[in-house]
């Protein structure tokens, strides 16, 4: 039988839920009183549960086409240049970028195969003719 937890056994995480959930009342009251004191920790904590993070608005940006290598450059140029015209944020224009980065990752990939599946289709008659 292997080692590990007992069965039935809570977890750690469990265990300091529970120890929080019995003063919890009492923490949030001090964190309050802290928040209301200034304590920039404290406000912060309060601020983060407090109001919804805010969701990047959808900007409208036509990303040329990425069909090959020679698109990359123009489509990674397009990013920045409407991240430094203000028509992209950075974290978009930085989302963007790992779209292109990911389809230079495809292109490589269909590159690389369509180059074996040359070699490969050479192979064979190299095979033949060390077998004369």
């Not at 920790?41 to 090959?68: D, G, I, Y």
Request: charged fraction near 30%.
């Amino acid at each position: 039988m292997g080692t590990g937890r007992p069965a039935g056994s809570r977890n750690r995480t469990t265990l300091f839920r529970e120890a929080l959930e019995s003063g919890g009342e009492a923490i949030i009251r001090a964190i309050k009183r802290e928040a209301l004191k200034s304590d920039p920790t404290a406000m912060r904590l309060c601020m983060e549960r407090l109001l919804p993070l805010a969701k990047a608005q959808n900007s409208h940006f036509r990303l040329p086409s990425v069909e090959t290598a020679a698109n990359l450059m123009e489509a990674i140029s397009a990013v920045t240049r409407a991240v430094a015209g203000g028509r992209l944020s950075a974290h978009e224009g930085e989302s963007v970028a790992r779209i292109i980065e990911s389809q230079r990752r495809m292109l490589e990939t269909e590159t690389f195969d369509a180059r074996l599946r040359v070699l490969e289709g050479a192979r064979p008659s190299v095979r033949r003719e060390e077998e004369r």
